[in-house]
């Protein structure tokens, strides 16, 4: 029987999104990009002048936004306050801000609360830092997904040039280094692999062949 809940964590640049919303795909299941919403939360931060270290306004912001997932099948679409941030979000500097402002624990209890009602009617496939051992515990599929800094660095820069930013390769390293360093060093739900997850090191695999080890291990 096919896991109901599949849990997909691992650091920035390791693929978790694209793996994750084919694996939904093939599924039919409802693809989650928890990622997406710590960067919703960063992106209005940034617009409204709000300090990264401002953890009461940044809460409050958490709470009060209306984050949106959608996807209607050919585009997986991002709305805040039914404003379409789907590239916003996307931008270098919304994700290094990200990355601090999901250390604070009020940020992650109303966004982790969000996460948590989604994933309740089942049939999803969540991505994070934090998915199978804060979010989903209880999921029956748990996955870490990782690749050497080098591979994972090489792929945020085509994924960024794809996108028509052009980043040199080599700060795009550095910025991961650091965001990893924070990540799993912060107090609140560090990036670990959850004692029952299943380590996968997408080193020399194609997206098909980790999408497939995927569904293998969800029972697929």
Request: charged letters at 25%; proline letters at 3%.
């Amino acid at each position: 029987m096919t896991a109901r809940q599949i849990a997909i964590d691992g650091p920035a640049g390791a693929g978790k999104s694209t793996v994750a919303k084919l694996v939904a795909a093939h599924l039919n299941y409802l693809y989650i990009d928890t990622g997406a919403m710590y960067r919703a939360v960063a992106l209005i931060a940034l617009r409204k002048g709000i300090a990264l270290s401002d953890a009461p306004a940044l809460t409050l912001l958490a709470q009060e936004l209306c984050i949106e997932l959608q996807n209607d099948g050919a585009q997986y679409r991002v709305f805040c306050d039914r404003e379409d941030i789907s590239f916003a979000i996307r931008q270098a500097e919304v994700g290094n801000a990200a990355s601090p402002i999901s250390a604070l624990p009020g940020v992650r209890e109303a966004l982790v609360r969000k996460q948590q009602l989604l994933g309740e009617q089942g049939c999803v496939v969540m991505d994070g830092r934090d998915i199978g051992t804060k979010v989903l515990p209880q999921a029956e599929c748990k996955v870490f997904l990782t690749a050497s800094p080098e591979e994972r660095a090489r792929r945020r820069t085509l994924e960024l040039a794809l996108k028509g930013q052009t980043i040199d390769e080599e700060q795009v390293r550095r910025d991961m280094e650091e965001r990893d360093a924070r990540d799993t060093t912060r107090a609140v739900s560090p990036l670990i692999q959850a004692c029952d997850a299943l380590l996968l090191n997408s080193d020399g695999l194609t997206i098909e062949q980790v999408v497939e080890r995927i569904l293998q291990m969800a029972g697929n």
